[in-house]
T-cell receptor
Framework: KAGVTQTPRYLIKTRGQQVTLSCSPI?????VSWYQQTPGQGLQFLFE???????NKGNFPGRFSGRQFSNSRSEMNVSTLELGDSALYLC??????????????FGEGSRLTVL | AQKITQTQPGMFVQEKEAVTLDCTYD???????LFWYKQPSSGEMIFLIY??????QNATEGRYSLNFQKARKSANLVISASQLGDSAMYFC??????????????FGKGTKLSVIP
């Protein structure tokens, strides 16, 4: 059973550019959530999508957005990049409902560097 | 609001010895879940163990056990017989459930475990 796949794994952008990250969840999982990991702030919740609808959102500016497609794949977009957006972006999938523990299965992350 | 505190930024343990990683939490939810994840240098978060707030017994998964003390709001991870491959960052996390049924994890700052041969 394939795990959570994130692409690209590494990318470098400059300030002011925008970036799109992709996440393919485990087959059958309908929930995809995104987390940002930085040395200073640690792991912070960005948002969660379930059946193509944003179900929950963390405390991030509107430059951070996402969407989910009918096949449960998700993309997140960051516009007008700032140096502080440099981070590891982790995607996690789960069944979304009915799961006994609500366990999240994480991908290996996309490491974004903003110059 | 939920909060997870891990007070040990770094820990060293001798190979084959046991080690305890501390985690305390704060929440007003009557029902919650506690998780431990391992993050090697590759970046992937690997699920280790789960404890539900109403579970009567402490969770165990192979060499991992969770010492759950509800009254003290602590959920310490115990790794028995440490191996070199256990060297990694370890994160304690709490599951919160929003009104929409969304699963959101709140993470601690993590503990970097180094296993010494």
């Amino acid at each position: 059973k394939a795990g959570v796949t994130q692409t690209p794994r590494y990318l470098i952008k400059t300030r002011g550019q925008q970036v799109t990250l992709s996440c393919s969840p485990i087959s059958g999982h309908r929930s995809v959530s995104w987390y940002q990991q930085t040395p200073g702030q640690g792991l912070q919740f960005l948002f969660e999508y379930f059946s193509e609808t944003q179900r929950n959102k963390g405390n991030f500016p509107g430059r951070f957005s996402g969407r989910q497609f009918s096949n449960s794949r998700s993309e997140m977009n960051v516009s007008t990049l700032e140096l502080g957006d440099s981070a590891l972006y982790l995607c996690a999938s789960s069944l979304g409902q009915g799961g006994p523990t609500g366990e999240l299965f994480f991908g290996e992350g996309s490491r974004l560097t903003v110059l | 609001a939920q909060k997870i505190t891990q007070t040990q930024p770094g820990m060293f343990v001798q190979e084959k010895e046991a080690v305890t990683l501390d985690c305390t939490y704060d929440t007003s939810d009557p029902s919650y879940g506690l998780f431990w994840y391992k993050q090697p240098s590759s970046g992937e978060m690997i699920f280790l163990i789960y404890q539900g707030s109403y579970d009567q017994q402490n969770a165990t998964e192979g060499r991992y056990s969770l010492n759950f003390q509800k009254a003290r709001k602590s959920a310490n991870l115990v790794i028995s017989a440490s191996q070199l491959g256990d060297s990694a960052m370890y994160f304690c996390a709490m599951r919160g459930v929003s009104g929409a049924g969304s699963y959101q994890l709140t993470f601690g700052k993590g503990t970097k475990l180094s296993v010494i041969p």
